[in-house]
């Protein structure tokens, strides 16, 4: 089965600042990857996602990467905010959502 | 869009008494569902999943089942709770192309 791997699994960045999450997988027939943002007590909300036809996608300061090749991809998050503090995690799937299997995840504290 | 709503939110329940968590979807028929836990410091781990009514599917044996007896509702049971299913339950629906939306959590502590 597939097997995600997330680093580092904490953050600190001072405000303004860029972060980036990196995360590997195993399964070359893995084609989405996303991304999801889980703030204290709450369920992890979709930021962003990319599939495997494209190699990069931005939204605002957040940004993902793909290498197919290496299978890794990664997350950026440009001119951080304080509310940018959470937990990330990174999932990749084949097909279906029953086989997205996701990283161990990254708590990003960003410092004001 | 749709919406997730899970509970209770918070639960504490001694060893051996029975659980359910409730989740019902909003805003989408016949979504794909989904029960995770999520241990303290570690990933997500895909419990259960239904695809419909009565259609369940178990990812890892384990103390706990799951039912959907309705297509927007989903729940997930145990008969007697062990220590080691204290833990942080969140239900998903399947959005669409692998996309999750999750519910807000239910937070379980056995004693």
């Known amino acids: 089965g597939e097997n995600v791997e997330q680093h580092p699994s904490t953050l600190s960045v001072q405000e303004g600042d860029s972060a980036v999450i990196k995360c590997t997988y195993s399964d070359s027939a893995s084609n989405y990857f996303p991304w999801y943002k889980q703030e204290l007590g709450k369920g992890p909300q979709l930021i962003i996602d990319i599939r495997s036809n494209v190699g990069e996608k931005k939204d605002q300061r957040i940004a993902v990467t793909l290498n197919k090749t290496a299978k890794h991809f990664s997350l950026h998050i440009t001119e951080t905010q304080p509310e940018d503090s959470a937990v990330y995690f990174c999932a990749a799937s084949g097909t279906g959502a029953n086989n997205l299997f996701f990283g161990t995840g990254t708590r990003l504290t960003v410092i004001p | 869009s749709q919406t997730i709503h899970q509970w209770p939110a918070t639960l504490v329940q001694p060893v051996g008494s029975p659980l359910s968590l409730e989740c019902t979807v909003e805003g989408t028929s016949n979504p794909n569902l989904y029960w995770y836990r999520q241990a303290a410091g570690r990933g997500l781990q895909l419990l259960f999943y239904s695809v419909g009514i009565g259609q369940i599917s178990s990812e890892v044996p384990q103390n706990l089942s799951a039912s959907r007896p309705q297509d927007r509702q989903f729940i997930l049971s145990s008969k007697k709770l062990l220590l080691s299913d204290s833990g942080f339950y969140l239900c998903?629906?399947?959005?669409?192309?692998?996309?999750?939306?999750f519910g807000a959590g239910s937070r379980l502590t056995v004693l």
């Open positions: 998903a629906g399947e959005a669409g192309a692998n996309v999750l939306t």
